[in-house]
């Protein structure tokens, strides 16, 4: 079991940045790849940008270029640094884990979920 706890989101002008946290914990979440996704009202969730389990980063296209994932293995955290804000990024963002995570960040690859953190724009 994981646990995944985010912190980090807040209200930020067009074109200013946030930095995303999210603290994973549990005895086996170093065999988890870990990956960052959001809600905006009324829609589904879509992923936004995810580890592999080859360790390479991936980013969907609509953040390309402005969000950028990296983590700290030592700490079992993950982050999303976003720039350049706009207001379509106004969303819940959840931290995920899973074992089968690949380019295409599909919700469906991930077992376990924080409890979320807004974003607003």
């Known amino acids: 079991h994981v646990q995944l706890v985010e912190s980090g989101g807040g209200s930020v002008q067009a074109g200013g940045s946030l930095t995303l946290s999210c603290v994973a914990s549990?005895?086996?979440?170093?065999?988890?790849?870990l990956g960052w996704f959001r809600q905006a009202s009324g829609q589904t969730r879509e992923g936004a940008a995810s580890?592999?389990?080859?360790?390479?980063?991936s980013c969907a296209d609509s953040v390309k270029g402005r969000f950028t994932i990296s983590k700290d293995n030592a700490k079992n955290t993950v982050y999303l640094q976003m720039n350049g804000l706009k207001p379509d990024d106004t969303a819940i963002y959840y931290c995920?884990?899973?074992?089968?995570?690949?380019?295409?960040?599909?919700?469906?690859?991930?077992?376990?979920w924080g409890q979320g953190t807004q974003v607003t724009v």
């Open positions: 995920a884990a899973g074992r089968d995570a690949d380019a295409t960040i599909a919700a469906r690859d991930f077992s376990y």
């Open positions: 549990g005895s086996t979440v170093d065999t988890y790849c």
């Open positions: 580890f592999e389990r080859d360790g390479s980063a």
